[in-house]
């Protein structure tokens, strides 16, 4: 499975790239509104920072705006790919994209039939919510299960992306569900590494070595 991480802030990228941990990145409105930085140029370092795939995304919803804005998001560096809401004019914007070698990420996705619309419209990425389907008593594990049972059976190379995940748990049942990403908090990966058991055993290892009087180097 791949991870990206969910965030615009650059610290926070660069650390978890530095452990070797990341993909991509995904960003959205919301996100660059809590970084308070210019939009283009917080894509453009992270870009930097990040050999792979780094979603922004258009602020356009009609087809001929998402388009002048996917070019400009584009044209910041290769590894831009160009997030798209999942409508109908998104889906249009998704599919001339695909035809002018621009990736996307079809994001908002609630339902397998929007995966289903998004692949068909040669989508790089769908993005289905899971935060927000669990927020409203749906089975977000079971979206996931049904998209890659429908892109299976049809063979499309859509990626599913796993998104709007708010814990280990669900980094674990989307992985299990055959998610081929997921987007993650940077908070939520660092507590991946975490276990309670892990920092009993590091304890009695560190003062049982200490009493050994021993040194290594
Ligand atoms: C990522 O691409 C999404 O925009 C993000 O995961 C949404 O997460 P949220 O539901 O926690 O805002």
């Not at 599913?160 to 708010?166: E, G, H, K, T, Y």
Request: glycine share 8%; aromatic share 6%.
């Amino acid at each position: 499975m791949k991870f990206f991480v969910d965030t615009a802030i650059a610290e926070d990228i660069s650390e978890l790239n530095d452990y070797g941990l990341l993909n991509g990145v995904t960003t959205n409105p919301s996100l660059i509104a809590k970084s308070g930085r210019d939009f283009k140029e917080v894509v453009a370092e992270i870009c930097e920072i990040v050999n792979g795939p780094v979603s922004a995304e258009v602020a356009a919803l009609d087809y001929e705006g998402m388009m002048k804005e996917g070019r400009i998001l584009a044209d910041i560096a290769d590894n831009v790919v160009v997030k798209l809401p999942l409508t109908l004019n998104g889906l249009k914007a998704c599919r001339q994209m695909r035809s002018r070698g621009i990736q996307t990420n079809v994001t908002l996705c609630f339902s397998a039939n929007q995966a289903l619309l998004a692949a068909k419209a040669g989508a790089s990425y769908i993005s289905p919510f899971l935060g927000r389907l669990d927020d409203i008593n749906l089975d977000s594990m079971a979206l996931i299960r049904d998209i890659r049972a429908i892109y299976d059976n049809y063979g499309f190379d859509t990626e599913i992306l796993a998104a709007s995940i708010r814990s280990g748990n669900h980094v674990k049942e989307a992985a299990l569900a055959g998610a081929d990403v997921a987007t993650i908090p940077p908070a939520i990966i660092r507590g991946l590494a975490s276990h309670v058991l892990t920092n009993k055993g590091i304890d009695q290892f560190v003062s049982d070595w200490e009493a050994t009087g021993q040194t290594i180097i």
